[in-house]
């Protein structure tokens, strides 16, 4: 296969309305014209595509640029070329299959595969454009250039292998190459066409050659790179070894079965290129190279690293990851890339103690410019003294000549270095100054797509330039940089903490006006300043749409006129100025009205404030069609995807696969987003897909181990998958993170979990300190009470659980479980009512229906019972016990044909419920069908010949039929199993007696 054909770039993420890429197999009508188009350079048609151009070709395929006329969205599809064969068809269909088995940010998406007439496959594909990672790596100056953004891509590259990995999948053909690094940052692992599946057979057999060699078109397949310009050197060439020499693990270059393992090294070859510059094996052959792998001869590119000058740890890592032994190295792409967020977490650690050791230098520098002034004053006083002093002799002079003279040559000499030295510092700071630039550059263009964790990286960079020369002019520009970003992380950071429950519920308005009012503050914005003033400093910000969404934002909570004039200077439009205007007077229907027809081409921000804010006239589903149309307008905004999620309902099963895709495709337009983690984790663990809300927390927790967040989720999905000793070690370790942690709702959860550990008593003190936190709080109050009637502290329990009901009388649950104390309290007529009202506000709860009908049963209320069962029934038709209370009910009212209907339908839900099947033959006796009632019994005595009721049961029906003997041997048989059954020993006495009378008598014999 070519080095990658699987070419793409996408305006956005898949988008949720993107159809099932199994479903689109197109075909050519005519397959003597495909095989002709196949043949020559024009590109082929494809049916629901309009194919715009070829971008790139290999020895065996090419990829065409495409739009999908579906869903209007550019496409890449990959082609076979003739010369493929039957193999290379093979080979091109398990590539497909293997990558659209690997959903995951930075591996290209397939949305197709399909045949032409002729039977050729093709491939459709997600649209990347960039360059090559071996293109940006040629590039660079030095190794030490960009190096936070390069470790920052190869850490994506370790994230998508760890994925694969984990499904099973080893990508063997790891290389610079074959990783696509997108205009924004996006990262993709291409050709997987040697990839190999657990279990699974090898990818056909394909060997590449060291990358020295030209590139061809013949029977060897050429790195097509079909993203950019620049091409790969590396190629392939015809031998034995699966993969690329200069890359792979020795174990892979002798031959031998594979494992993750041999990725990692392949990673750590990567990693050794972004810090030394070169590949970790080189020669002139490729005989040469496959050589050296194969006998893991690693001392140059070890000593490489030894003398790169690159950071200690990703020396260390890459180290590592090259051991000649795979056991030596990590398990897989997952623990690599843990490796390389630590270190990048160190990073930013670092960053931020430079930024305070670069303020104490700058008091220290003060310091000591005053000390050297009073310094040269001391000196020229006495200087001055040393003028009146007498002259000296005439040898004096001579000696002074001489002296003079070696100076002069001396300072010739000083001179002729200091130019050379100055040239070389010339160099030296021009090359800073572009650096430096470059890293600034970078920095302003995260900033200005709100990416807070990107800029943090060039920042480190700019940090370690700005004290070397030339980086004394870029002062205003590293100034603005910091105090942006310095904004955009305070921002957020409440934009996190609007994402996080408070007192059982997400902050109200007023918290997050606080919060808004003092991050702006801090960057000199305050609304009630002058207006002019202001709106200076919000246009003159890098993060200049992001302060407006946030004041958007306010308007809608506040609705104050300083805000309204702040927004007009700021922003003028007359547009956004008539929807501001009916934001600030709270006038929902003029506001329906002016958005009713759309808002058009307002910026993407604009409209997120405006669907984002809770404000009279916007529904949800209004709010979500002006979402969903600046999506389609402009694809690409991870803003629009998180509002549109936050279009549906939180913590309900309602919407929840909706709101997972929306933040699914956030998250792999920003994968390094805690908070966009943290969303699709709810989102996935309230419609119940723990597993996947599981992954989603570990993901965020990857980016910030310490996120409270992120480690609630994950013990909330542990403990719904019934591990509660996994989910209280989750909130043990939030409690470290965290010690005074303020939220109640982690507590209670925390509660939860303990409860669910079988840990009562730590449950209830944890329960008690949310509500110390918020005594307001109805869920803490019904899950002590729960936990208080698991201990049989009823008094308490009932006590808690009234203050459940009185915190929010609408909760369901909180009736319920009073209705249940109060039962085991034997207060037949509070239960009664707590029930009622549960199933007043929740019809669908069978188990209170069915305890309702139990209590009424007891009151021999029997019509409000039968009813009580019905309703659960409603509700959980598959619950045989159920059908079974209902018969007995039915039969006690004397319509023993309804019982025996309710008692078939539990033993057909539930073939072994014998007491239903007593009950049956009961019931059939009662509606006079001994038959049926003998076939009931035999069936209960098939199933338990030991059941001495049963027994006695078929002995009545068969003495119903008139078979008196079986009827005796049945009475027996129950009263051999149990002597002490009262009624059978009635009915044996009974029959005997009855049988007695109706024996024939013998005939008299009259005497003559």
């Known amino acids: 296969m070519p080095d990658d054909l699987s070419a793409t770039r996408v305006s956005g993420p898949n988008s949720p309305h993107a159809p099932d890429s199994s479903a689109t197999v197109a075909r050519f009508t005519d397959p003597l014209a495909a095989r002709r188009q196949m043949l020559g350079e024009e590109v082929p048609a494809v049916p629901g595509y309009e194919v715009a151009r070829e971008l790139a070709r290999g020895g065996m395929g090419r990829v065409l640029a495409a739009r999908e006329l579906t869903l209007n969205r550019p496409v890449a599809i990959k082609v076979l070329l003739p010369r493929a064969g039957r193999d290379g068809a093979r080979r091109f269909v398990i590539e497909a299959e293997i990558t659209a088995q690997l959903p995951h940010p930075n591996i290209p998406p397939v949305y197709a595969l399909g045949r032409f007439g002729d039977g050729t496959p093709f491939l459709v594909m997600k649209l990347i454009e960039g360059r090559t990672l071996t293109a940006l790596l040629r590039d660079r100056a030095s190794p030490a250039d960009e190096l936070n953004r390069f470790v920052q891509i190869f850490e994506h590259v370790c994230l998508a292998v760890g994925f694969a990995h984990a499904r099973g999948v080893v990508h063997r053909d790891l290389k610079p190459a074959n990783i696509m690094v997108g205009e924004f940052g996006e990262v993709q692992v291409m050709d997987w066409g040697l990839a190999k599946t657990a279990g699974g057979p090898d990818a056909p057999t394909r060997a590449q050659g060291t990358g020295d060699e030209p590139k061809t078109l013949g029977d060897r397949t050429g790195s097509s790179d079909a993203f950019s310009s620049d091409h790969s050197t590396e190629v392939t060439a015809a031998g034995q070894v699966l993969g690329t020499p200069s890359y792979m693990a020795p174990e ?16 750590g070859a990567v990693l050794c290129e972004v810090l030394t510059g070169s590949r970790p094996f080189a020669g002139r052959h490729s005989t040469e190279v496959i050589g050296a792998t194969a006998a893991g001869i690693l001392d140059e590119p070890l000593a490489a690293l030894g003398a790169s000058g690159a950071p200690a740890d990703l020396v260390e890592l890459a180290r590592r990851c ?58 020229a006083a006495v200087a001055l003294m040393l003028l009146g002093a007498a002259g000296t002799g005439w040898w004096l002079d001579h000696k002074a000549a001489e002296r003079r003279i070696e100076a002069e040559r001396a300072e010739r000499e000083r001179a002729a270095a200091d130019l050379r030295q100055s040239e070389k510092d010339a160099r030296a700071a021009a090359d800073n100054r572009r650096a430096l630039a470059a890293d600034l550059d970078r920095c302003e263009a995260a900033l200005r797509n709100d990416d807070a964790a990107t800029a943090a990286l060039a920042l480190a960079d700019v940090t370690r330039r700005e004290g070397q020369p030339g980086g004394e002019e870029f002062g205003a520009r590293i100034a603005r940089c910091r105090t942006d970003h310095a904004l955009l992380t305070r921002l957020d950071e409440v934009e996190t903490f609007a994402w996080t429950p408070v007192n059982g519920q997400l902050p109200l308005a007023a918290d997050l006006q606080t919060r808004w009012a003092t991050a702006l503050a801090q960057a000199g914005i305050v609304p009630n300043a002058p207006p002019a003033e202001a709106a200076r400093r919000v246009n003159d910000s890098l993060i200049r749409d992001r302060v407006l969404l946030t004041l958007d934002l306010w308007l809608g909570a506040a609705g104050t006129a300083d805000l309204a004039a702040l927004l007009h200077e700021a922003d003028p439009d007359p547009t956004r100025d008539a929807v501001r205007a009916a934001v600030q007077a709270r006038d929902g229907a003029g506001l329906a009205r002016l958005t009713a027809a759309g808002l058009g081409d307002q910026p993407a921000r604009f409209v997120i404030a405006l669907a984002a804010a809770v404000r009279p006239g916007l529904s949800p589903a209004r709010r979500r069609a002006l979402l969903a149309a ?48 943290n969303k699709l984790g709810i989102a996935l663990r309230d419609g119940e897909q723990y597993d996947e809300a599981l992954a989603a927390a570990r993901e965020a927790l990857r980016l910030d181990p310490r996120d409270l967040n992120a480690l609630n989720i994950k013990a909330i999905a542990l403990r719904a998958k019934g591990d509660g000793p996994g989910a209280v070690r989750v909130y043990e370790e939030l409690m470290r993170a965290d010690p005074d942690c303020p939220y109640p709702e982690f507590h209670n959860n925390y509660g939860s979990a303990l409860a669910t550990a079988g840990d009562l008593r730590g449950a209830i003190v944890k329960f008690r300190q949310a509500l110390e936190m918020n005594p307001k709080f109805a869920a803490a109050h019904a899950n002590l009470g729960n936990a208080l009637l698991r201990t049989r502290e009823l008094d308490a329990a009932v006590q808690s659980l009234r203050a459940a009901v009185e915190c929010d009388p609408r909760s369901a649950v909180a009736h319920a479980e009073l209705g249940r104390a109060l039962q085991l309290k034997r207060d037949t007529t509070g239960a009664i009512r707590a029930y009622r009202e549960s199933l007043k506000l929740n019809p669908a709860n069978p ?47 004397g319509d023993p044909r309804g019982a025996a209907s309710a008692y078939k339908e539990a033993i057909r839900l539930d073939p072994k419920h014998l007491r239903a099947r ?41 003495r119903d039929l008139g078979d008196l003997d079986g009827a005796i041997a049945e009475f027996r048989a129950a009263l051999s199993i149990n002597p002490s059954n009262g009624p059978a020993q009635q009915n044996l006495t009974d029959t005997l007696k009855q049988k007695d009378r109706t024996a024939p008598r013998p005939r008299e014999v009259k005497r003559s």
């Open 918 to 958: 007593y009950n049956l033959g009961v019931a059939l006796r009662a509606a006079k069908d001994p038959a049926g009632a003998v076939k009931a019994y035999r069936e209960l005595l098939a199933l338990d010949p030991n059941h001495s009721a049963g027994h006695n049961g078929l002995g009545n029906a068969l």
């Open 630 to 677: 600046e999506w389609d307008r402009a694809p690409g905004s991870v803003r629009v995807l998180m509002e549109l999620g936050g279009t549906y309902p939180m913590n309900s099963k309602e919407g929840a696969a909706e709101r997972a895709r929306w933040f699914q495709a956030a998250v792999a337009l920003r994968p390094q987003s805690v908070l966009a983690w």
């Open 252 to 267: 892979q270059a002798r031959g031998e079965p594979v494992d993750p393992r041999a990725d990692v090294f392949s990673l």
């Open 847 to 893: 188990g209170a229906a069915s305890a309702l009908g139990h209590l009424l049963w007891d009151r021999e209320d029997l019509d409000g019972a039968i009813g009580a069962f019905r309703d659960a029934l409603r509700y959980a038709p598959a619950e045989p016990g159920l059908h079974n209370n209902l018969g007995m009910l039915l039969r006690q009212t």
């Open 322 to 379: 090259l051991a000649p032994w795979a056991a030596d190295r990590p398990a897989d792409g997952k623990a690599v890339a843990d490796a390389v967020a630590r270190y990048r977490a160190g990073v930013e650690t670092r960053l931020r103690a430079a930024e305070s050791e670069r303020a104490a230098a700058e008091v220290k520098a003060t310091e000591q410019r005053k000390r050297r002034r009073v310094q040269l004053a001391l000196l």
